[in-house]
C-alpha cells in the first residue's frame, strides 16, 4: 500500500523559478527520503531526513519534515531543464530496532521545467 | 563501482512463458531490494533479502513470483508462468545497513508479456 502521497501530481515551471513538492504519510518513520527518476532510468537517491530533523539542505535542495503533520516538502532552488524529471518520497517505517525495512514511495510528482 | 547491474535492460515474452530477471547489487550492501513499478500502482516492494537470506516477501504477487539470492553478488526474481497483467518495470535496489546513503536502484528491466 501507498504510505507517501505527493502534491502536485504534475508541476510545469519556467527556468530559474523553485519548484516545492509537498508529501505526505500515514505511519511513524525512521526516516524520509527523497528520489529523483529521469525518464526511462532508475531512481536516484537526493536526501535523506531523519524523524528529529525538521531541516535538510543539500546544494539546491532543501527538505523540510513535520512528523506532527506527518509531511515532508522538497524545495529545489533555480530550477535547470535538468532538473526535469519525476520525484518521489518514500518513508522508512519505524517497526523495528534497526536496519532496513523497505522504503515505501509514493506515486511521485513529474516536474517539467521549461527553458 | 559500476553501481547496481541488472539484466536484460528489455524482455518480450509470450504469455505461459518463463522470465527470469537478473541483479547484481553493489559490493558491501547487505541488504538487496526487487521493486515493480506501474503507472497504475507506482513503486511496490516485492521482497527484499539481508546478508542473502529473504527477511520479507509478502509483496509478492502470486505462487508464480520466486526469488533467490545465492551468493553476496547475484540475485534472480522469476515469473513462471508469465502473464500479461506483470507487464512493468523491474528494480532491483541495494543499500549498506544503516541506510544513510539510501538506497542504489539499477536500471531497470522493463518487462512486456505479449
Known amino acids: 500500500s501507498q504510505q507517501g502521497e505527493e502534491d502536485p501530481q504534475a508541476l510545469s515551471i519556467q527556468e530559474g523559478e523553485n519548484a516545492t513538492m509537498n508529501c505526505s504519510y500515514k505511519t511513524s518513520i525512521n526516516n524520509l527520503q527523497w528520489y529523483r527518476q529521469n525518464s526511462g532510468r532508475g531512481l536516484v537517491h537526493l536526501i535523506l531526513?531523519?524523524?528529529?530533523?525538521r531541516e535538510k539542505h543539500s546544494g539546491r535542495l532543501r527538505v523540510t519534515l513535520d512528523t506532527s503533520k506527518k509531511s515532508s516538502s522538497l524545495l529545489i532552488t533555480a530550477s535547470r531543464a535538468a532538473d526535469t524529471a519525476s520525484y518521489f518520497c518514500?518513508?522508512?517505517?519505524?517497526?523495528?530496532?534497526?536496519?532496513?525495512?523497505?522504503?515505501?514511495f509514493g506515486k511521485g510528482t513529474h516536474l517539467i521545467i521549461q527553458p | 563501482d559500476a553501481g547496481v547491474i541488472q539484466s536484460p535492460r528489455h524482455e518480450v515474452t509470450e504469455m505461459g512463458q518463463e522470465v527470469t530477471l537478473r541483479c547484481k547489487p553493489i559490493?558491501?550492501?547487505?541488504?538487496l531490494f526487487w521493486y515493480r513499478q506501474t503507472m497504475m500502482r507506482g513503486l511496490e516492494l516485492l521482497i527484499y533479502?539481508?546478508?542473502?537470506?529473504?527477511?520479507?516477501d509478502s509483496g509478492m504477487p502470486e505462487d508464480r513470483f520466486s526469488a533467490k539470492m545465492p551468493n553476496a553478488s547475484f540475485s534472480t526474481l522469476k515469473i513462471q508462468p508469465s502473464e500479461p497483467r506483470d507487464s512493468a518495470v523491474y528494480f532491483c535496489?541495494?543499500?549498506?545497513?544503516?541506510?544513510?546513503?539510501?538506497?542504489?536502484f539499477g536500471s531497470g528491466t522493463r518487462l512486456t508479456v505479449v
Open positions: 533479502f539481508n546478508n542473502n537470506v529473504p527477511i520479507d
Open positions: 535496489a541495494s543499500s549498506m545497513t544503516t541506510g544513510s546513503d539510501g538506497y542504489t
Open positions: 531526513i531523519r524523524s528529529n530533523e
Open positions: 518514500a518513508t522508512d517505517g519505524d517497526y523495528s530496532g534497526g536496519g532496513a525495512d523497505g522504503l515505501t
Open positions: 559490493s558491501g550492501h547487505d541488504y
